[in-house]
C-alpha cells in the first residue's frame, strides 16, 4: 500500500515539475495550446509610395495570416490582385510606450518577395501589417482579431518606445529640415546660481550669446505621417572686456524634443539624439573655443562636464590648474584621452592657440541633457579689440532602442563669437 502511495505522489511531483517548465502555472498550459491566431486581413498596395500623390495608384489586397505567437512566426497568403505570395516572417513582440498596444518587429533578413516592417496590435482588437515588397512598393493591411491581444496581454513582454509608425522609417527616405535662430547677445547677463561661483565677477562686462537649432525629421505615406523634433541651444558666456584674465563658459542643452502631429507640437521621448551612444557609426559631440593670437592670451584652465544618458555615471568634472610658465598648456591636454566615457583634448595648428573637446560615449537625448566648457584665458600682453570664439560640431541621430534602426539626421555646425576689449 505505501509502495502505491509513493508512486502515486511520485507521479504528482513529475507533474508538477512538468508544469512548471512550461510557465509554472496552468496558464502557461493553456498559452501553449492557444499559441496560433489566425486573422483574415484586407488592405491597399502602392508600388511608388515616393511617387507625388496626384499620380499613385492603389491595388487592393488580401489575405489570410496565422500569427504563432510562441514560435514568434506569422505564415499564410498574401493575394495582390491575382498574383498570391506566401510568406514566413519571424518577428520579436514590444509592449509599446507609446500607444496603447504591442508592436511586432520583424526580422529585416526574411526571404521571400514581400518582406514584413511592423505589426501593429491596439488593446480593442485591430490589428495593422505594414510590409514592403522587393521593389520599395508598400502593403498596409488591417484585421481584427481580440483573442490575440488576450493572448498577447497574459504575457511577460518587455516594453520598448516603438511608435505604431516605426515601419515609416524602415520603408521610406525621411525629410530633414534644419530651423535656426541667429545668434542673439544678451547683456548684462544673469548666471543661474550653479554657475555663479564657477565664473569670475564680471559686473556689466558680460555677454550671453545663444543659438536655437532645431532639426525636424520627417515622413509619411498615405494616411501615415509624422515628424519628430529635437530642439538644441548653443550658448556662449564671457566677458567683453578682459584686463588679467577672463573666463568662458560654453555650453550645449537640449532644450526640448517631441512629435508635431496635424500641426500640434507634443514634448515626449522621441529617437531622436546627440552625440556618441557607444556606438562605431555615431561619432561625439565636439566643441572649441579659440582667443587672439595677437595680442597674446593664453588658454590656461579648462573643466569639462556632462550629464546625459549613455555615460555609465550621470556626471564627471575633469579639470587641470596648469599655470606654467613658457608652455602652451593645450600642448600638454592631448595626453589625456583613455578616459571611458570622458573627453578627448586636441588643438589645431589654424586658428592658433585653440582648443577642442569631444565628448566620447556621452549622448545627449532628454530635455536638461548638456555638456559644458569652462576656459581660462589669460591676458599676456597688448591692448585692443579681439575676438574669442566657440565652434559647435553636434551630430543628430535617429533610433529605436527595440529595432535598433539608427540613421543620421544631420550635423549641427556652427560657432558663436564674442568681442573682447583687451587692456
Given at each position: 500500500?505505501?509502495?502505491?502511495?509513493w508512486?502515486?505522489?511520485?507521479g504528482?511531483?513529475?507533474?508538477?515539475?512538468?508544469?512548471?517548465?512550461?510557465?509554472?502555472?496552468?496558464?502557461?498550459?493553456?498559452?501553449?495550446?492557444?499559441?496560433?491566431k489566425?486573422?483574415?486581413?484586407?488592405g491597399?498596395?502602392?508600388?511608388?509610395?515616393?511617387?507625388?500623390?496626384?499620380?499613385?495608384?492603389?491595388f487592393?489586397?488580401t489575405g489570410?495570416?496565422?500569427?504563432?505567437?510562441?514560435k514568434h512566426?506569422v505564415?499564410?497568403?498574401?493575394v495582390?490582385?491575382?498574383?498570391?505570395?506566401?510568406?514566413?516572417?519571424?518577428?520579436?513582440?514590444?509592449?509599446?510606450?507609446q500607444?496603447?498596444?504591442?508592436?511586432?518587429?520583424?526580422?529585416?533578413s526574411?526571404?521571400?518577395n514581400?518582406?514584413?516592417?511592423?505589426?501593429?496590435v491596439?488593446?480593442?482588437?485591430?490589428?495593422?501589417?505594414?510590409?514592403?515588397?522587393?521593389h520599395?512598393?508598400i502593403?498596409?493591411?488591417?484585421?481584427f482579431?481580440?483573442?490575440?491581444?488576450?493572448?498577447?496581454?497574459?504575457?511577460?513582454?518587455?516594453s520598448?518606445?516603438?511608435?505604431?509608425?516605426?515601419?515609416?522609417?524602415?520603408?521610406?527616405?525621411?525629410?530633414?529640415k534644419?530651423?535656426?535662430?541667429?545668434?542673439?547677445?544678451?547683456?548684462p547677463?544673469v548666471?543661474?546660481?550653479?554657475?555663479?561661483g564657477?565664473?569670475?565677477?564680471?559686473a556689466?562686462h558680460?555677454?550671453?550669446?545663444?543659438?536655437?537649432?532645431?532639426?525636424r525629421?520627417?515622413?509619411?505615406?498615405?494616411?501615415?505621417?509624422?515628424t519628430?523634433?529635437?530642439?538644441?541651444?548653443?550658448k556662449?558666456?564671457?566677458?567683453?572686456?578682459?584686463?588679467d584674465?577672463?573666463d568662458?563658459?560654453?555650453?550645449?542643452?537640449?532644450?526640448?524634443?517631441?512629435?508635431?502631429?496635424n500641426?500640434?507640437?507634443?514634448?515626449?521621448?522621441?529617437?531622436l539624439f546627440?552625440?556618441?551612444?557607444?556606438?562605431?557609426?555615431?561619432?561625439?559631440?565636439?566643441?572649441?573655443?579659440w582667443?587672439?593670437?595677437?595680442?597674446?592670451?593664453?588658454?590656461?584652465?579648462?573643466?569639462?562636464?556632462?550629464?546625459?544618458?549613455?555615460?555609465?555615471?550621470?556626471?564627471?568634472?575633469l579639470?587641470?590648474?596648469?599655470?606654467?610658465?613658457?608652455?602652451?598648456?593645450?600642448n600638454l591636454?592631448?595626453f589625456?584621452?583613455?578616459?571611458?566615457?570622458?573627453e578627448?583634448?586636441d588643438?589645431?595648428?589654424?586658428p592658433?592657440?585653440?582648443?577642442?573637446?569631444?565628448?566620447?560615449?556621452?549622448?545627449?537625448?532628454?530635455?536638461?541633457?548638456?555638456?559644458?566648457?569652462?576656459?581660462?584665458?589669460?591676458?599676456?600682453?597688448?591692448?585692443?579689440?579681439?575676438?574669442i570664439?566657440?565652434?559647435?560640431?553636434?551630430?543628430?541621430y535617429?533610433?529605436?532602442?527595440?529595432?535598433?534602426?539608427?540613421?543620421?539626421?544631420?550635423?549641427?555646425?556652427?560657432k558663436?563669437?564674442?568681442r573682447?576689449l583687451?587692456?
Amino acid at each position: 500500500m505505501n509502495e502505491v502511495k509513493w508512486k502515486y505522489l511520485a507521479g504528482i511531483l513529475v507533474g508538477l515539475l512538468v508544469l512548471g517548465t512550461t510557465g509554472g502555472n496552468a496558464g502557461a498550459t493553456v498559452f501553449y495550446r492557444n499559441s496560433m491566431k489566425f486573422i483574415s486581413v484586407r488592405g491597399v498596395y502602392d508600388p511608388n509610395p515616393q511617387q507625388d500623390t496626384s499620380e499613385r495608384v492603389f491595388f487592393n489586397v488580401t489575405g489570410n495570416l496565422a500569427f504563432d505567437i510562441l514560435k514568434h512566426r506569422v505564415t499564410g497568403t498574401i493575394v495582390v490582385e491575382n498574383d498570391r505570395v506566401s510568406v514566413d516572417w519571424d518577428f520579436s513582440i514590444f509592449k509599446s510606450t507609446q500607444f496603447d498596444g504591442y508592436a511586432f518587429v520583424f526580422n529585416p533578413s526574411s526571404f521571400g518577395n514581400v518582406l514584413s516592417l511592423e505589426a501593429v496590435v491596439y488593446k480593442n482588437g485591430t490589428v495593422w501589417i505594414f510590409a514592403r515588397d522587393r521593389h520599395g512598393g508598400i502593403m498596409a493591411l488591417k484585421g481584427f482579431n481580440k483573442a490575440l491581444v488576450e493572448t498577447l496581454s497574459s504575457m511577460d513582454i518587455p516594453s520598448a518606445g516603438i511608435s505604431e509608425k516605426e515601419w515609416l522609417w524602415m520603408a521610406l527616405e525621411p525629410e530633414v529640415k534644419t530651423i535656426t535662430l541667429s545668434a542673439i547677445q544678451v547683456r548684462p547677463s544673469v548666471m543661474p546660481k550653479s554657475e555663479v561661483g564657477r565664473i569670475l565677477p564680471m559686473a556689466t562686462h558680460s555677454r550671453d550669446v545663444v543659438k536655437i537649432v532645431e532639426k525636424r525629421y520627417s515622413v509619411g505615406w498615405w494616411r501615415w505621417r509624422t515628424t519628430y523634433y529635437i530642439k538644441v541651444a548653443l550658448k556662449m558666456y564671457g566677458p567683453t572686456s578682459i584686463n588679467d584674465y577672463g573666463d568662458y563658459l560654453i555650453r550645449v542643452i537640449v532644450e526640448d524634443e517631441g512629435e508635431i502631429s496635424n500641426g500640434e507640437r507634443i514634448s515626449k521621448n522621441t529617437p531622436l539624439f546627440l552625440g556618441d551612444r557607444s556606438d562605431s557609426r555615431t561619432n561625439p559631440i565636439e566643441i572649441g573655443l579659440w582667443v587672439p593670437h595677437s595680442p597674446d592670451d593664453r588658454i590656461i584652465y579648462t573643466e569639462f562636464t556632462y550629464s546625459g544618458e549613455a555615460a555609465p555615471l550621470d556626471e564627471i568634472s575633469l579639470g587641470w590648474g596648469l599655470l606654467i610658465d613658457m608652455i602652451n598648456p593645450i600642448n600638454l591636454l592631448r595626453f589625456f584621452v583613455d578616459i571611458e566615457p570622458g573627453e578627448d583634448f586636441d588643438d589645431f595648428p589654424d586658428p592658433v592657440n585653440s582648443i577642442r573637446v569631444a565628448y566620447r560615449n556621452i549622448a545627449l537625448g532628454r530635455p536638461g541633457h548638456w555638456t559644458k566648457a569652462y576656459v581660462r584665458i589669460d591676458h599676456v600682453s597688448g591692448n585692443g579689440y579681439g575676438t574669442i570664439g566657440a565652434f559647435f560640431k553636434v551630430p543628430v541621430y535617429y533610433q529605436v532602442t527595440g529595432t535598433q534602426t539608427l540613421r543620421v539626421v544631420g550635423l549641427i555646425n556652427t560657432k558663436l563669437e564674442i568681442r573682447a576689449l583687451h587692456s
